[in-house]
């Protein structure tokens, strides 16, 4: 694959796209705390609002008395799930499955979950106040929090409103249609090939556990927002507009929700903090307007950093058995899996999908054969598309890694052994991104691999180094609809805000950049929220396929700014007419009576392909207005035609050394190495930062990072930044990074991106087996190393 569909999809030459150190339109503004995020709108008469927040694992509110807090003063409001207004919002319910519940009651399924109960007051400390003065009649129901014991028969249904099961499975895979759901599981069943026959045909079968802890988004910025209404002198029609600030990427799910049209929508705040994948909105987000509307005044609402544990990624276990023969071709892989669904409207993405879009496909083996069951839980929530490493991948990078050590061989050759061709898994000739992204990493690594427990480094600790590979996906569904206007010899790019902490907008201004024959500097970025244009897709397409668009675009004013040089050229105006009192118009390029293929814009000047040191300034080339638009996306990737993995383009290898103290348990990652394959590389410094928090995402939920619940409550015990351990700024190993540019992509010059396919859940804990011999479960902290060590903690 490569971009052949496009205007330049094969450059060769490149001044400004793939550019070092080129900064974000607004990273000083951002960097000096002039940014204004939605949580920084302080209006006059501002109201504050909070929600009542269930101290239960699983409760319902059966009646609650607000007398005593409306009487006390500067409560200006409270509203409970029987007022009509939650009751006509709530009606349009949410669609998880077969089942609907509104989108706030008097159901609490999780400790810290919002109730439809919500005082809004003149301050925060009266809001905690009036909450606290509140006499609320809980109904304290049965809990899951252990995902084996929920997935009993005998187990508490926690969801008996659900009668059916999701479906979960992959079509096309072969498998019979998923059973309805039973209790608190749904099961995904997914067959491919034959894996009886193929465990028949190994030579070694090994069996082992896959354990992935849940761990935290923590976003940057504690999501909230804040909401008013006003006359609105544009659009007066149909009563009053709405403003907010805070809520979303895009204002149109909050139109929807109010039931406005988007003119009579206004966002106006550029930011909204980073993201990683979490699209979900929080109530906090979405409450803000009806409490507006009900008092008539501003009203802010925003959660605490204690209310923000949602789930990046969510608990599972994996029992695998893999058959092999005596060269380490896989034969035969089973996967039983028991993952987390989570409370009502979690995500089930990272759980489902390891058949289409996970590593099974990648193998030369078609044997595979999965059986998972999805038990629902009270243990938190992952919002929308919240994920970290979806799709088990590092189930295989474990089966690789044992392979190896069984048999005495390097990793890396038991992963091309396995590994199927470019073309389908019948292919058995290489992949030359795979290749490539090997050979440059056993040279940034200094590779020499060695069984576990086999080398110790000066200071005494045992080495360990891990391998894995990945595809560099790019999940392809969206369109774009992009705009560049040629305003005063200025080009413009409109697009919408907010920020979040991608810089796809700058690499679409470098790509409009390079197809003009401009500086970066030299692109104006307007932004707007009444813009249509916003660079935000699956994954690296927000980046990779806007930016496709864009090229195309630029392409179409580029040529409409050739052709208004030559008329100018062929009729310029007579000096003193129709120019006011301005000074008359510079003399006319050499461009009289040429065609727009005989000119080109080359570094800020149009010029004569044929005498490119004859042209003028690109101001002074024509006094026209102009603009361009494009409608479209670039050619489906393989992620969604069906041959994600079966088919391989753009790859990528990670790399992990570790140290470990036999004495005290302790582990310290010594270096990760990547070596990444985006097919083009649009901006280098959000590929590094990328691949910088995919690895602090990786070490902290391998060594760190945990939920840990009391069995009798179901309550979390280590919701605060203190108990739940983050790495810090002094823990952040060093990151060794590599990038090559195969160009075989379909996106903006054969770009593809990574997405998240470098976060990873057990390359850390890999290493550490490669070290000691035995395996510990994420988190590797120091009391499990010593306990699979069988030693003791020292005092």
Known sequence: MADIAGVNGQREQFRVVGQRNLPG????????????????FVLPDMLHAKFLRSPYANARVVSVDTERARALPGVADIVTWLDEDIVRISSHGESFGPGTRPWIDNIADQEGAEVAVIVVAEDEDTCDRALEMLDVQWEVLPHIVDLHRGRQPDAYVIRPQVREAPTFGAPGMGGPPNPPKRGNVAYSNMISGDAEAGFDAASHIIEYDLYTPAFAAHLPNPSGSVAWWFDDPY???????????????????????????????????????????????????????????????????????????????KQRYVHMKVG????????????????????????????????????????????????????????????????????????????????AEKLGRDPIDIARL???????????????????CVEAGKKLMGWQWHRAGAKRLPDGRLHGASFRYQMCPRHSFSSYNCKLELRNGVVHMPTQGPLFGVFAVECNAMVVAEELGLSYDDIQIDFDYRETFTPVGGGSDGTTASAWVMKECANILKLRILEAAIEYANDPPVPGFGHGFGPPPPPPGPFRGLAPDDLDIVEGRVVLKSDPSQGVPFKQATPKNLFATYSGRPPLALWVTGQMGKQLDTMNTAYCEVAVDEETGEVEILRFGVVADPGKVMRPISLESQID????????????????????????????????????????????????????????????????????????????????????DPPATPDKVLSALNKDMPF
């Open 693 to 776: 928090q995919v690895m602090f995402f990786s070490q902290g939920c391998q060594l760190l990072e945990d939920f840990v619940y009391d069995e009798k409550t179901g309550v979390k015990l280590n919701n605060n930044m203190i108990d739940y351990k983050k790495p810090g700024m002094m823990d952040v190993p060093r990151v060794d990074r590599e990038f090559l540019e195969t160009r075989a992509g379909n996106a903006a010059y054969g770009s593809n991106g990574i997405s998240h396919s470098l976060a990873n859940t057990h390359l850390a804990i890999i290493a550490i087996y490669n070290a000691i011999g035995v395996w510990v």
């Open 324 to 403: 092999f023969n005596e060269e380490g071709l896989i034969t035969a892989v089973e996967d039983d899996s028991i993952a987390d669904g989570g409370v009502w409207g979690s995500s089930s993405f990272g759980n489902v999908g390891d058949l289409t879009q996970g590593p099974y496909n990648t193998l030369k083996c078609k044997n595979v054969t999965q059986r998972m069951e999805i038990v629902d839980s009270n243990r938190g929530k992952m919002y929308v598309s919240g994920q970290h490493c979806p799709f088990n991948w590092d189930s295989i990078t474990m089966a690789i890694h044992l392979i």
């Open 25 to 40: 339109k607004l990273s000083y503004t951002i960097a000096s705390g002039v940014a204004q995020f939605g949580n920084d």
């Open 235 to 313: 659009h007066p029609e149909g009563g009053k507009s709405l403003h907010i600030e805070g809520a979303v990427r895009e204002r149109m799910a909050i139109a929807m929700m109010y039931g406005l049209p988007p003119e009579k929508t206004v966002q106006e705040g550029l930011f909204m903090g980073g993201k990683y994948c979490d699209w979900g909105l929080r109530k906090s987000q979405e409450i803000t307007p009806l409490l507006a509307r009900r008092t008539g005044r501003p009203v802010r609402c925003v959660n605490t950093r204690e209310d923000m544990f949602d789930f990046i990624m």
């Open 418 to 436: 396995n590994l199927h061709g470019p073309n389908s898994q019948d292919d058995i000739d290489p992949v030359p991104s795979f290749e490539a």
